[in-house]
């Protein structure tokens, strides 16, 4: 019982020294929709380690003072955040102390059972600054050719400068809500999500990862071409629905990837 209430007062410890990071992270999931799925994370983390519980549980408990290291690391690296580093600095030192935490009171084996769950939490980080505004304008270049390339393929002429799109006379900008970066973060993470309850390879999870970049970006380059082929799919409620059909159909690509993996695996096996 002891050692719980230190688990249960170590964790209310780390919440509050973390409140302001915390709620910031709620703050952008709330208004970046390219970060919605934030709150579904740490959902998905604690079902995990629930529903695995009796392997954990089967573990011993060794206590190392190595975690005091990792949390005194997790510190300075907020004391840094706080001054000049920014949300994205204080998160990480969120998830460092979380793991600091886990080896000083249970030990690496613990840390090592739960390595998944805990991999899922960077899902959850906000964006890095400087690393989403450097990829933006190449990711939206890219839709915009890829978008060209399939209308031009499909017959419909189409003029591209830059990442502005021109089909007839209607002009479709490539914005930074369709540079597939609001496809992938979430596509990614099911695609993960799926492979870890549908398969028992681990590597899987990596595969899928892997496949979730190219089919978010052929999936905005379609919905981009379809609004420059129909000017009623460029804006509103029609947008929106193009957005969430192509987003299903990404996850059957996933699911069909999957299989066809299996497939070759158990080929190569035979």
Known sequence: MTQRVAVVLSFIALMVCYASTLREMVDQWLIDQD????????????????REREGWQAIPAKPSRWGLLILAAAAALQVVAVLAAGLFAASVAFLVSIVGLIVFLRGFARLRSWTFPLVLTLFMLPKLAIVYNQATLPLQLLASRMAAGILTFSGIGVIREGNILDVGGHRIEVAEACDGIRYLLPLGFIGVLFAYLVDSKAWMRVVLLAVAAPVAMVANAVRVAAAGASPRLATGGLHTLSGVVLFALSLATLAFVHRFVNAAYRFCRA
């Open 35 to 50: 970060m919605a799925h934030g709150f579904v994370v740490p959902i998905v983390v604690v079902w995990i380690i629930w």
